[in-house]
């Protein structure tokens, strides 16, 4: 019979629901506790080191707290021509994204951390930086305004929830991560979580 092994407490530290609804389909039990770190970006900073840097600090924040646990944080940055594109916070802002980004293709970075101070003496950081390609459709300002009112997706990088509504204005999605782009990298994430030492599926 597989012995059967106690798993390491686990946390989220995110308030996107969408990240919590991602880790559950792991079926391994879980906190979330909202990190409070500043996100502007520095000065001359890539959007890919902006993604790595923020979802470092917020690995680090909550690590601070609850150093017995296995701490996953993300940051997502999406860029189109180098530019940071990030969340509207409002209709008109998001109106300006999906017109400025129609027809064309915009790279969402996504940073993932999984942070294990439980030796403190010798802390492991995994962090990866997971690239997903999406190209939006070519439309009108009447479709685009009516989506938006619609989902009024203003808390998403981009303007656009692809796990809703939003998928009906994209045209194309390349990953090799295919839920980086909902902000959680599951594949990454599994691979992380094995390294540091998660018994899935109970047993070893």
Do not use: W
Request: charged residues 20%.
């Amino acid at each position: 019979m597989p012995k059967t092994l106690a798993l390491p407490r686990l946390i989220l530290a995110s308030s996107s629901a969408y990240r919590r609804e991602l880790l559950s389909r792991l079926q391994l039990p879980f906190e979330v506790i909202a990190p409070d770190i500043d996100e502007t970006p520095a000065a001359g900073e890539s959007p890919e080191a902006t993604a790595l840097r923020l979802a470092r600090l917020k690995g680090d924040a909550v690590a601070q707290h609850h150093p017995d646990a296995l701490i996953i944080s993300s940051d997502q940055v999406a860029t189109l021509d180098g530019e940071q594109i990030g969340k509207p916070g409002n209709h008109a802002n998001a109106m300006k994204q999906l017109v400025k980004m129609r027809g064309r293709r915009v790279i969402f970075h996504t940073a993932l951390c999984l942070s294990d101070h439980r030796n403190p003496a010798a802390p492991v950081i995994q962090i990866e930086n997971i690239q997903t390609f999406v190209t939006f459709r070519d439309l009108p300002d009447a479709e685009l305004d009516a989506y938006l009112r619609i989902e009024q997706p203003y808390d998403c990088a981009g303007s656009a929830k692809n796990e809703g509504l939003g998928i009906a204005i994209l045209e194309r999605i390349d990953s090799t991560d295919p839920t980086a782009l909902t902000g959680l990298p599951m594949i990454a994430l599994t691979g992380m979580l094995r390294n540091a030492g998660m018994p899935f599926f109970g047993v070893t």
